[in-house]
């Protein structure tokens, strides 16, 4: 069975500041996607990244970037110069390839991160 | 950019009614996803539907719960006697490769 642990409940910063959300994942597989999703206060789930498990290089994407690690299992990703907008609650997720035709996402429990002007 | 819809945006009915819920996933994605999430909980799998058929379904989808494709476009998630417990906000999501999940808006059932 998947798990997916995020630590941080709730985090609120001042606008510009880097914040970093932390992600924890458990899976025996050895192939799994992670993701970040996003859902601000409108409630939907906005895609924001993705990584694979054979791919650990770690990148940034504008203002985002993320910090993949397979040997401690986490998948941080951290904002940086954070903006009032970024205020939403952020999910990490896990799937696996388990040779079928579904890959489910595990979600972990958010954490809400406020951004104050 | 191509999206996923859903409809309605909100439903309220009474315990022991049927609710479907609709969903139109974007147009050259094969695999198709139903997840809920209660208020203030985290985003719970419900099913997922690939080539015409249920893949995988947890535990919350009891018999009460169904899904189909009718007509090639559309997903639908139908609830047949809902209860208390089933007010929550229902998300549908369709990918086109097997990884990457693109979710609807979210349909907020509230349970009577």
């Known amino acids: 069975a998947q798990k997916v642990t995020q630590a941080q409940t709730e985090i609120s910063v001042v606008e510009k500041e880097d914040v970093t959300l932390d992600c924890v994942y458990e899976?025996?597989?050895?192939?799994?996607?992670l993701f970040w999703y996003k859902q601000p206060p409108s409630g939907e789930l906005v895609f924001l990244i993705r990584?694979?498990?054979?791919?650990?290089q770690n990148e940034i994407s504008g203002r985002y970037s993320w910090n993949f690690q397979k040997s401690t299992s986490s998948f941080n990703f951290t904002i940086t110069a954070s903006q009032v907008v970024d205020s939403a609650v952020y999910f990490c997720?896990?799937?696996?390839?388990?040779?079928?035709?579904?890959?489910?996402?595990?979600f972990g429990k958010g954490t809400l991160l406020t951004v104050n002007p | 950019e191509p999206e996923v819809t859903q409809t309605p945006s909100h439903q309220v009915t009474q315990m022991g009614q049927e609710v479907i819920l609709r969903c139109v996933p974007i147009?050259?994605?094969?695999?198709f996803y139903w997840y809920r999430q209660i208020l203030g909980q985290k985003v719970e799998f419900l099913v997922s539907?690939?080539?015409?058929?249920?893949?995988?379904k947890s535990e919350i989808f009891d018999d009460q719960f169904s899904v189909e494709r009718p007509d090639g476009s559309n997903f639908t998630l139908k609830i047949r006697s809902t209860k208390l417990e089933d007010s929550a906000m229902y998300f549908c999501?369709?990918?086109?490769?097997?990884?990457?999940?693109?979710f609807g808006p979210g349909t907020r059932l509230l349970v009577l």
């Open positions: 999501a369709s990918g086109g490769d097997e990884e990457t999940q693109y």
């Open positions: 899976t025996r597989d050895t192939t799994y996607y």
């Open positions: 990584r694979n498990s054979f791919d650990e």
């Open positions: 997720a896990l799937s696996v390839d388990s040779g079928g035709s579904n890959y489910k996402l595990t």
């Open positions: 147009s050259n994605h094969l695999y």
């Open positions: 539907f690939y080539n015409n058929e249920i893949s995988e």
